[in-house]
Protein backbone atom coordinates (compact mmCIF):
# COMPACT_ATOMS: atom_id res chain seq x y z
CA UNK A 1 0.00 0.00 0.00
CA UNK A 2 1.34 3.88 -1.17
CA UNK A 3 -0.42 6.59 1.45
CA UNK A 4 -0.25 10.13 -0.26
CA UNK A 5 -1.08 13.22 1.24
CA UNK A 6 -1.18 16.59 -0.90
CA UNK A 7 -0.99 20.53 0.51
CA UNK A 8 -0.42 23.57 -0.53
CA UNK A 9 -3.55 24.53 -2.27
CA UNK A 10 -5.02 27.97 -1.97
CA UNK A 11 -6.91 30.97 -3.05
CA UNK A 12 -4.46 33.14 -5.79
CA UNK A 13 -5.54 35.48 -7.92
CA UNK A 14 -5.08 34.72 -11.77
CA UNK A 15 -1.45 35.03 -12.80
CA UNK A 16 0.22 34.06 -9.88
CA UNK A 17 1.90 31.13 -8.66
CA UNK A 18 1.33 27.87 -6.13
CA UNK A 19 3.44 24.69 -5.13
CA UNK A 20 1.67 21.75 -4.60
CA UNK A 21 3.38 18.95 -2.67
CA UNK A 22 2.56 15.42 -2.38
CA UNK A 23 4.40 13.14 0.24
CA UNK A 24 4.45 9.56 -0.38
CA UNK A 25 4.90 6.92 2.38
CA UNK A 26 4.46 2.86 2.64
CA UNK A 27 5.80 0.94 -0.56
CA UNK A 28 7.48 4.02 -1.78
CA UNK A 29 10.19 1.39 -3.91
CA UNK A 30 7.04 0.11 -5.79
CA UNK A 31 6.23 3.74 -7.37
CA UNK A 32 6.50 3.59 -10.85
CA UNK A 33 4.93 6.78 -11.65
CA UNK A 34 3.51 9.75 -9.89
CA UNK A 35 1.01 12.22 -11.05
CA UNK A 36 -1.11 15.34 -10.55
CA UNK A 37 -4.92 14.95 -11.47
CA UNK A 38 -7.59 17.36 -10.88
CA UNK A 39 -11.47 17.66 -10.86
CA UNK A 40 -13.81 20.59 -11.22
CA UNK A 41 -17.59 20.74 -10.06
CA UNK A 42 -19.36 18.76 -13.27
CA UNK A 43 -16.01 17.40 -14.39
CA UNK A 44 -14.64 14.27 -15.23
CA UNK A 45 -11.31 14.03 -13.57
CA UNK A 46 -8.26 15.27 -15.78
CA UNK A 47 -4.30 14.48 -15.90
CA UNK A 48 -2.39 17.68 -15.34
CA UNK A 49 0.92 16.18 -15.27
CA UNK A 50 3.13 12.98 -14.03
CA UNK A 51 6.28 11.99 -14.13
CA UNK A 52 8.00 8.45 -14.71
CA UNK A 53 10.94 6.50 -12.14
CA UNK A 54 13.90 8.24 -14.21
CA UNK A 55 12.41 11.38 -15.19
CA UNK A 56 10.15 11.89 -17.90
CA UNK A 57 7.67 13.87 -17.72
CA UNK A 58 4.28 14.48 -19.67
CA UNK A 59 1.85 17.37 -19.77
CA UNK A 60 -1.68 18.18 -20.22
CA UNK A 61 -1.51 20.79 -23.17
CA UNK A 62 -3.29 23.21 -21.10
CA UNK A 63 -0.75 23.68 -18.96
CA UNK A 64 2.44 22.90 -21.01
CA UNK A 65 4.67 25.95 -20.25
CA UNK A 66 3.21 26.97 -17.08
CA UNK A 67 3.35 24.05 -14.39
CA UNK A 68 6.42 22.02 -13.58
CA UNK A 69 5.78 18.56 -12.18
CA UNK A 70 9.43 17.35 -10.30
CA UNK A 71 10.03 14.86 -7.52
CA UNK A 72 12.63 13.30 -5.58
CA UNK A 73 14.90 10.01 -6.63
CA UNK A 74 13.31 8.25 -4.85
CA UNK A 75 9.64 9.28 -5.51
CA UNK A 76 9.03 9.68 -2.23
CA UNK A 77 7.60 13.63 -2.92
CA UNK A 78 6.43 15.01 -6.06
CA UNK A 79 6.01 18.53 -6.34
CA UNK A 80 3.43 20.21 -8.32
CA UNK A 81 4.95 24.41 -9.65
CA UNK A 82 1.80 26.24 -11.18
CA UNK A 83 2.76 29.77 -12.51
CA UNK A 84 0.34 32.33 -14.62
CA UNK A 85 -2.62 30.69 -13.13
CA UNK A 86 -5.76 31.10 -14.81
CA UNK A 87 -9.34 30.73 -13.27
CA UNK A 88 -10.19 27.66 -15.93
CA UNK A 89 -6.72 25.93 -13.46
CA UNK A 90 -9.59 26.29 -10.33
CA UNK A 91 -10.61 22.50 -8.73
CA UNK A 92 -9.46 19.86 -6.65
CA UNK A 93 -5.80 18.28 -7.12
CA UNK A 94 -5.22 15.03 -6.51
CA UNK A 95 -1.70 13.13 -6.07
CA UNK A 96 -1.51 9.59 -8.08
CA UNK A 97 1.12 6.72 -7.56
CA UNK A 98 1.13 3.84 -9.68
CA UNK A 99 2.73 1.19 -8.34
CA UNK A 100 5.00 -1.24 -11.02
CA UNK A 101 3.01 -4.59 -10.53
CA UNK A 102 1.15 -6.43 -13.16
CA UNK A 103 -1.62 -5.02 -13.12
CA UNK A 104 -0.45 -1.95 -12.37
CA UNK A 105 -2.55 -0.36 -8.76
CA UNK A 106 -3.37 3.39 -8.23
CA UNK A 107 -3.11 4.86 -5.28
CA UNK A 108 -4.88 8.65 -4.33
CA UNK A 109 -4.75 11.33 -2.17
CA UNK A 110 -7.38 13.36 -0.53
CA UNK A 111 -7.19 15.98 -2.50
CA UNK A 112 -6.27 19.65 -2.40
CA UNK A 113 -8.46 22.62 -3.37
CA UNK A 114 -6.30 25.20 -5.92
CA UNK A 115 -9.24 28.37 -6.39
CA UNK A 116 -8.11 31.10 -8.78
CA UNK A 117 -9.65 34.34 -8.80
CA UNK A 118 -10.22 36.97 -11.83
Known amino acids: QVQLVESGGGLVQAGGSLRLSCAASGRIFAINTMGWYRQAPGKQRELVADIIRGGRTNYADSVKGRFTISTDNAMGTVYLQMNSLKPEDTARYYC????????????WGQGTQVTVSS
Open 96 to 107: NARDVFNPPRDF
